[in-house]
Every structure is written in C-alpha cells, then in structure tokens.
Nanobody, 124 residues
Framework: VQLQAFGGGLVQAGGSLRLSCAAS????????MDWFRQAPGKEREFVAA????????YYADSVRGRFTISRDNAKNTMYLQMNSLRPEDTAVYYC??????????????????WGQGTLVTVSS
C-alpha cells in the first residue's frame, strides 16, 4: 500500500493551495481518509477527515471554513483545498488512512497507512 501526498509549496498569506493524496490500493474507495499536519517542534495534529463516500467530512476548528477535504474514488485520490492560508498553517501535511475503528478518529496513532508528507510554507 502506498499513499503519496503532493501539491505543497510556498505561498503568501491569504493565498491558496490544493494538496492531493494518491493511493495505490483498490480498496481506497472503502477507506475513510484524513489529513494531518506537523509544524516544526510540534506534535502531529488532525486537520480534516472524510468518510469512504465523501458524504461526511469533519474539520479541526483551526481550519474550518478555510479548508475543504474531498475525494475522487474513481481516481483513488483525496484532496485538501486550502484557502485563506495563514503563516500558522505552515507545516508538513500528511494523508493517512484508514483509521482503526470509526471514520472520525483524530488520533494519529490510530491510522494504518501514511503518505510521505508534503511541505506547505505560508509567508507573511
């Protein structure tokens, strides 16, 4: 199983980026998936979750209203559209899935597979 996250880069505050997470597994369409991030010197934190169909989503308070998680099961790909970016959004962003237990599981210890991470840097 391979999860590959890409799309990070350098952007000015107020700008936008779209991250993608491509999965090399046929069962992707049955997996809940999440985005996490880890800033320098900080612990990995939950960003957003999406259930297997895309019908249900959930966001951390810090990104709700600015970020949108989505997926295209036909392409085995998940996305994170990030708008109104802030310097505090600077981090390595990781995709992960599926969670052990229910689809909404913000504990990073409870995920079976992780992507390699993609760096997002927001300048002020």
């Amino acid at each position: 199983v391979q999860l590959q996250a890409f799309g990070g880069g350098l952007v000015q505050a107020g700008g936008s980026l779209r991250l993608s997470c491509a999965a090399s597994v046929r069962t992707f369409s049955s997996w809940a998936m999440d985005w996490f991030r880890q800033a320098p010197g900080k612990e990995r934190e939950f960003v957003a979750a999406i259930n297997w169909s895309g019908a249900s989503t959930y966001y951390a308070d810090s990104v709700r209203g600015r970020f949108t998680i989505s997926r295209d099961n036909a392409k085995n790909t998940m996305y994170l559209q990030m708008n109104s970016l802030r310097p505090e959004d600077t981090a390595v962003y990781y995709c992960a899935g599926p969670p052990y237990g229910g689809w909404l599981n913000p504990n990073p210890d409870n995920y079976q597979f992780w992507g390699q991470g993609t760096l997002v840097t927001v300048s002020s």
